[in-house]
Nanobody, 122 residues
Framework: QVQLVESGGGSVQAGGSLRLSCVVS????????MAWFRQAPAKERAVVAL???????HYADSMEGRFTISKDYAKNTLYLQMNSLKPEDTAMYYC????????????????WGTGTLVTISS
């Protein structure tokens, strides 16, 4: 059984930082495109960052330079370090495993986590 379990969300003030974690079981993150998505209230789910099986990364424009996606292969865990947070970063953040990604495109998202809520106050 495949499980993706996110943690690390919370409430912080603008300018603060959070580190999200996604512990994965049932599949290996080393041969997957791993991704973070987010969904703000009344908005569609959107990609935040991608990390392919070779370790190449891609970020949505508004996250470039503020967010960092990384992997710990020994722990089979995906991370998202978020710095200089803004109120518009408020959203539910989801971890996902896709079959592959190329540049900013991803294909075949097979598995989703249940999400962790990030709230940024001004």
């Amino acid at each position: 059984q495949v499980q993706l379990v996110e943690s690390g969300g919370g409430s912080v003030q603008a300018g603060g930082s959070l580190r999200l974690s996604c512990v994965v079981s049932g599949i290996s993150i080393s041969n997957r495109c791993m991704a973070w998505f987010r969904q703000a209230p009344a908005k569609e789910r959107a990609v935040v960052a991608l990390s392919d099986s070779a370790g190449y990364t891609h970020y949505a424009d508004s996250m470039e330079g503020r967010f960092t996606i990384s992997k710990d292969y020994a722990k089979n865990t995906l991370y998202l370090q978020m710095n200089s947070l803004k109120p518009e970063d408020t959203a539910m953040y989801y971890c996902a495993a896709a079959r592959r990604c190329v540049g900013g495109d991803y294909y075949g998202v097979d598995y989703w986590g249940t999400g962790t809520l990030v709230t940024i106050s001004s």
